[in-house]
């Protein structure tokens, strides 16, 4: 069953503000979830939200970008781009890491190439 919520007419005005066949899930604390898996696609929900102010956050533990605004009082966030935004360039750096190596299967340190953050312009963004 869907309760009724204080800023459920204030949703409704954002999701007719959304185009056809957006994906878009509705939290029970009130937060509107948009699915976007590349940057135009994030791009398309942004440019129907004139005036927001988004922050990006790169989640390590799911490998996507999330943007997370406010909207009239509503929550809102864009989620699972897998794409870096434009402005955001990869940082990498030589780690030392104990790793199966199937010809004897014994542990060895390798070096590997592994993303250790981003760098992006003219931001205060953030990584989690």
């Given at each position: 069953m869907?309760?009724?919520h204080k800023n459920l007419w204030k949703m409704a005005e954002i999701l007719k503000a959304m185009p056809e066949n957006s994906q878009f899930d509705i939290e029970l604390g009130g937060e509107v979830n948009f699915q976007a898996y590349t940057q135009p696609q994030v791009r398309e929900v942004m440019k129907r939200l004139p005036g927001v102010i988004w922050m990006k956050t790169y989640r390590n533990d799911c490998g996507w970008w999330e943007y997370t605004a406010t909207w009239n009082g509503v929550p809102l966030k864009i989620f699972a781009c897998r794409e870096a935004p434009p402005t955001c360039t990869?940082?990498?750096a030589e780690v030392e890491m104990e790793k199966q190596v199937p010809i004897t299967f014994e542990?060895?340190?390798?070096?590997?190439?592994?993303?250790v953050g981003w760098d992006c312009v003219g931001s205060a963004d953030k990584e989690e």
């Open positions: 869907a309760w009724t990869a940082r990498y542990t060895q340190k390798v070096m590997v190439r592994k993303l």
